[in-house]
Nanobody, 122 residues
Framework: VQLQASGGGLVQAGGSLRLSCVASGRTFSRYNMGWFRQAPGKEREFVAV????????YYSDSVKGRFTISRDNAKSTVYLQMNSLKPEDTAVYFC????????????????WGQGTQVTVSS
């Protein structure tokens, strides 16, 4: 499956952004989808994951209550709505896909998008 992320940009602290990730090449509805991020000088970290059926979602503690992951299987797209953004949310955000599912950093997807930059100014 090929993944194309978009929607990043520069926003002030407290603002919002919505990331999108469009999938192609395989049956999107059969894949669990998620988002990771990597800040400069730091390791990549898990952000959120959603089951193929949208029946379960899971978030990292750092974004819980501020970010919402959702998907539209008819559009082969997964979204990450990011509210109340903080400077520490600045990172390159990657979408990912896999037929397996796990909670948090235990999830190890095989398919990755190219990343989209999110910068939050203070």
């Amino acid at each position: 499956v090929q993944l194309q992320a978009s929607g990043g940009g520069l926003v002030q602290a407290g603002g919002s952004l919505r990331l999108s990730c469009v999938a192609s090449g395989r049956t999107f509805s059969r894949y669990n989808m998620g988002w990771f991020r990597q800040a400069p000088g730091k390791e990549r970290e898990f952000v959120a994951v959603i089951r193929w059926s949208s029946s379960s979602t899971y978030y990292s503690d750092s974004v819980k209550g501020r970010f919402t992951i959702s998907r539209d299987n008819a559009k082969s797209t997964v979204y990450l709505q990011m509210n109340s953004l903080k400077p520490e949310d600045t990172a390159v955000y990657f979408c990912a896909a896999d037929k397996t599912f796990a909670y948090g950093s235990m999830w190890s997807p095989d398919y990755w998008g190219q990343g989209t930059q999110v910068t939050v100014s203070s």
